[in-house]
């Protein structure tokens, strides 16, 4: 699926999100997107979490 595929269905959602749960369900909707979006590029090797994840080590 192309990426604009993506961006399309994405910003549907987030429509649908503020139409029926207004501001805070939009904002909701776009934490939970981003997580959802860093998840992916993780799992797809794109960005590497696991520096984030295991924290500061001395």
Do not use: C
Not at 27 to 35: D, E, Q, S
């Amino acid at each position: 699926m192309k990426l604009s595929t993506i961006g399309l269905f994405v910003g549907l959602l987030l429509a649908i999100a503020i139409a029926i749960g207004g501001f805070s369900a939009f904002l909701g909707a776009v934490v939970l997107g981003a997580i959802g979006l860093a998840a992916g590029a993780h799992l797809d090797g794109d960005i590497d979490l696991t520096t984030v994840l295991r924290g500061r080590r001395d």
